[in-house]
């Protein structure tokens, strides 16, 4: 397996890619999510997220949001 240090790979229903961080004061490398497939769920509610946003609210949606009503 070729092992570069930033690579993406696909779990099931997300893809994923190494990134490293400092948390701490301590480099780690981790897993972030780059992309999503398929139903995502929150509390038993279909969601849409997305993969980034500039505030939290902004990373998801609920079903009623997306239809112009609120939670």
């Not at 099931?12 to 972030?32: D, F, M, Y």
């Not at 969601?47 to 609920?62: H, K, P, R, T």
Request: overall charge negative; hydrophobic content about 30%; charged content about 30%.
């Amino acid at each position: 397996m070729r092992k570069e240090k930033k690579i993406q790979i696909f779990a099931t229903g997300v893809h994923l890619q190494s990134i490293q961080v400092e948390i701490n004061n301590k480099k780690q490398w981790r897993w972030i999510a780059i992309g999503f497939e398929e139903d995502n769920y929150y509390d038993g509610e279909t969601i849409e997220v997305y993969d980034y946003a500039d505030s939290f609210e902004g990373l998801f949606q609920n079903n009623d949001e997306q239809q112009g009503n609120s939670i």
